[in-house]
């Protein structure tokens, strides 16, 4: 997998980086790399939204032309008390969205973890169903103009398909998916909707899935696509099970996405993305605190390589690829499951350079 074609970018990334300190202004871009093939996205942390570092503000703005925020839209912090919103970071996204052109992808709307506290002392279906109802009204009503789509629904299923148990399926019913695309599409009529899930390219997942979006569009609401997010480990990427999904998700009338892409490089004991699942910390666990060895970096490089030759090889169906972070140190999986380990997933690294995965990505496009 690793072509002699990547192999020569991968040289020339070797040369720029050591020619260079800082963000190299000479490299190509992914948003004009893929400028007719899908959308190219990132997740923003709040120092990104405020634009407190130039040099990261730069790499952004060079590099993507879509952005979900990682956290400032999620309920607990956009909805932190009963009859309170904090819009002031959210807002600072639109702005930064305007400013830069770049489109922005609500997350999320519904999603059971990282719920407000006051959540847990709720103990009727009406209360409930009132936080519901209001929360998606006032929050995708406040930005129906201003953002691009939103991830309605995020990680409703179990593994096997099933539907997950959350506040919302005890106290609603599983009614509630296809009423939060209905609420949804009510408040903001012009934005794409989307459900978003991880580990939904697997066949038991995907199946729930499927059935889960037919239940959405049979009800009569509004669903426009699929976001499979793409956590996956180096060397061990389903390819088959993620070129399957794109191919049935689109025969659904979807729009395909993958939504939070990483390559994780560090052990773990299970598969997935629950945020509730942990594991204790490990020496062994953390092996590459002084840098990636080069032969795992050529298998990330491969491995990236690989993934979007598959995505432009369904550009008809695939409209949009968002990283999970700009650079190795924004990554999430530097914390989780295991707090304080150095991961290396994604495209750039810690200091803003462009990895070999980089060179291997730009590359098929030459």
């Not at 995907?206 to 059935?211: F, K, L, N, S």
Request: charged share 20%; with cysteine.
């Amino acid at each position: 997998m690793f072509s002699k074609k990547s192999a020569k970018a991968v040289s020339t990334a070797i040369l720029m980086a050591g020619a260079t300190t800082g963000f190299a202004q000479s490299i190509p871009s992914l948003k004009d790399t893929f400028k007719n093939d899908f959308g190219i996205g990132t997740a923003l942390n709040n120092g990104q939204i405020e634009e407190r570092d130039p040099a990261m503000t730069q790499l952004i703005v060079s590099q993507f032309n879509m952005a979900t925020p990682e956290n400032v839209m999620k309920s607990a912090l956009i909805h932190p008390k009963w009859d309170t919103y904090d819009f002031v970071v959210p807002d600072k996204l639109v702005a930064f969205g305007k400013k830069h052109n770049i489109k922005i992808n609500g997350h999320t709307l519904v999603w059971h973890s990282q719920l407000p506290s006051f959540i847990r002392g709720i103990h009727s279906k009406d209360s409930i169903q009132t936080f519901f109802n209001d929360h998606i009204k006032t929050v995708a009503g406040r930005y129906k103009d201003n953002i691009f789509s939103w991830d309605v629904v995020n990680e409703a299923l179990n593994e096997d398909g099933t539907l997950r148990k959350t506040v919302f399926l005890d106290y609603l019913g599983e009614g509630y998916i296809a009423e939060a695309f209905r609420l949804t599409q009510q408040a903001a009529p012009n934005v794409e909707l989307y459900y978003n899930d991880y580990n939904n390219e697997q066949p038991a997942k995907r199946a729930g899935c499927i059935e889960l979006i037919k239940k959405v569009q049979a009800s009569g609401a509004r669903i426009d696509g699929v976001g499979i997010q793409g956590h996956w480990h180096v060397g061990r990427v389903p390819f088959k099970d993620i070129e399957e999904s794109i191919l049935q998700y689109s025969a659904l009338g979807l729009k395909v996405m993958f939504t939070e892409l990483d390559i994780e490089v560090l052990p773990r004991n299970f598969q997935g993305a629950d945020v509730s699942q942990r594991m204790a910390s490990n020496p062994s666990l953390n092996p590459y605190t002084a840098g990636l060895p080069d032969e795992v970096q050529k298998q990330l490089a491969a491995d990236y390589e690989a993934l979007f030759k598959l995505f432009l090889k369904h550009k008809d169906k695939v409209t949009r690829v968002t990283l999970w972070g700009v650079n190795d140190a924004n990554s999430w999986l530097n914390g989780w499951p295991v707090r304080g380990r150095t991961n290396y997933p994604l495209l750039f690294d810690r200091n803003n350079q462009p990895k070999p995965a980089f060179y291997s990505v730009v590359a098929l496009k030459k």
